[in-house]
T-cell receptor, first 112, second 113 residues
Framework: GEDVEQSLFLSVREGDSSVINCTYTDSSSTYLYWYKQEPGAGLQLLTYIFSNMDMKQDQRLTVLLNKKDKHLSLRIADTQTGDSAIYFCAEKGTEGNEKLTFGTGTRLTIIP | NAGVTQTPKFQVLKTGQSMTLQCAQDMNHNSMYWYRQDPGMGLRLIYYSASEGTTDKGEVPNGYNVSRLNKREFSLRLESAAPSQTSVYFC????????????FGPGTRLLVL
């Protein structure tokens, strides 16, 4: 089946850029997503990218997709304390339904 | 719109007890999902429902049952709770063709002793 992998932890100094990486195995992925989970809360969609795109920028967020290497990254510019959260990568294949496969999540800690 | 709501927020059960987790969405979404979240394992799909009246197993369905009561509501039942079912449970919903974006509820934290 599909597999999505992420590092479990990342620490970044406030004001620096954070880069969270994700690899996936499903070569037929159509959409890839980044979700954010703050402590004690559900997941919120941050951004998504269609599989025929290489890059998407949305304010402080930049998503890069290398489809050949099946690698997705999320860059957060000027990281703030409010960015502390768990970030999940997810992918959708082409099975004809809306099921997503999620990664393990990366816990981002901001160092003052 | 309230989005996706879940009840209860917290629950403690003894091994062997049963309970039903409730989920409702007011976004007129067709598809609904139940996930469990465990440390270091991300979200794993338990069951999903592509439309009213249909349900399908996900990655980890054993020990659970679901009911898609109507378009709004999708419940998850534990018939005989086990400590291995201690987890945080999330319900989600999505609208086909809308970039398959899933919208999540706030979660139910379940502890089975």
């Amino acid at each position: 089946g599909e597999d999505v992998e992420q590092s479990l932890f990342l620490s970044v100094r406030e004001g620096d850029s954070s880069v969270i990486n994700c690899t996936y195995t499903d070569s037929s992925s159509t959409y890839l997503y980044w979700y954010k989970q703050e402590p004690g809360a559900g997941l919120q969609l941050l951004t998504y990218i269609f599989s025929n795109m290489d890059m998407k920028q949305d304010q402080r967020l930049t998503v890069l997709l290398n489809k050949k290497d099946k690698h997705l990254s999320l860059r957060i510019a000027d990281t703030q304390t409010g960015d502390s959260a768990i970030y999940f990568c997810a992918e959708k294949g082409t099975e004809g339904n809306e099921k997503l496969t999620f990664g393990t999540g990366t816990r981002l800690t901001i160092i003052p | 719109n309230a989005g996706v709501t879940q009840t209860p927020k917290f629950q403690v059960l003894k091994t062997g007890q049963s309970m039903t987790l409730q989920c409702a969405q007011d976004m007129n979404h067709n598809s609904m999902y139940w996930y469990r979240q465990d440390p270091g394992m991300g979200l794993r799909l338990i069951y999903y429902s592509a439309s009213e009246g249909t349900t399908d197993k996900g990655e980890v369905p054993n020990g659970y049952n679901v009911s898609r009561l109507n378009k709004r509501e999708f419940s998850l039942r534990l018939e005989s709770a086990a400590p291995s079912q201690t987890s945080v449970y999330f319900c989600a919903s999505s609208l086909p063709g809308h970039r398959e974006t899933q919208y999540f509820g706030p979660g139910t934290r379940l502890l089975v002793l």
